[in-house]
């Protein structure tokens, strides 16, 4: 059974507001908690939730390791590109990206004008712990995936720092790092006050 939660008074009203009809897009790392949070944060702000990943799964009626199988990297980072324009033009939702969308300029561009963008930073122990889990990730099918891990985190996490919010990403209760999230939005409100 769902757990009952308490939100700090106002702040799924003032994340709304916030949003507005954009989408809050979560970008970030493998294993950083994306989906699971974003889930969470859209079923407390009562908005859809919709993954990259799957959409591009269900219109390509294929899984992301086929796809980078059958037609490389290079392709896949197109329909990501494609299917994230397109599910930015309506919302608001909470969208949760691929780690690779975000380092993909088009797409970024198109997430930071269409969206508010949002970094769930995790530490590599966080990520490792969780990719581990799951055999799903094609950029981890190396000699030394946890080396892979690091060097993603190296090469991305400055870009991934560009997102207009960053949260980070502990190993606490999910509902927890949701109201985090949830808190960052809202907060977003009172620097918009602050500025105008
Ligand atoms: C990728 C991350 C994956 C998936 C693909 C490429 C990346 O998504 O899009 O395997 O480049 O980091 P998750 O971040 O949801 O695992």
Redesign the pocket.
């Known amino acids: 059974m769902e757990e009952a939660h308490h939100e700090p008074s106002g702040d799924v009203e003032r994340a709304l507001e916030a949003l507005g009809k954009r989408n809050l897009v979560i970008v970030g ?2 294993g950083a908690g ?2 699971a949070i974003g889930k969470l944060v859209a079923q407390y702000l009562g908005i859809p939730f919709v993954d990259s ?1 799957h959409e591009i799964e269900r219109v390509s009626r294929m899984t ?1 390791p086929e796809l ?1 199988e059958a037609y490389g990297e290079p392709e896949f980072r197109k329909l ?1 590109q494609r299917v994230i324009k397109r599910l930015l033009r309506t919302g608001p939702r909470v969208l949760s990206t ?4 975000f380092m993909n300029a088009e797409t970024r561009a198109a997430i930071c004008e269409n969206g508010l963008s949002l970094w769930l930073d995790a530490d590599l122990e966080i990520l490792w712990e969780r990719v581990t889990k799951r055999d799903n ?3 981890l099918k190396t000699a030394n995936p946890k080396k892979t891990l690091e060097d ?1 985190m190296i090469a991305r996490y400055p870009t991934y720092a560009t997102a207009h919010l960053t949260v980070k990403s502990r190993d606490i209760r999910k509902d927890a790092m949701a109201h985090e999230v949830i808190a960052a939005v809202a907060a977003t409100l009172e620097n918009a006050d602050h500025d105008a």
């Open positions: 790392l493998m994306k989906s990943d992301i980078f990501e691929g780690g690779g969308a990730r094609p950029l993603l």
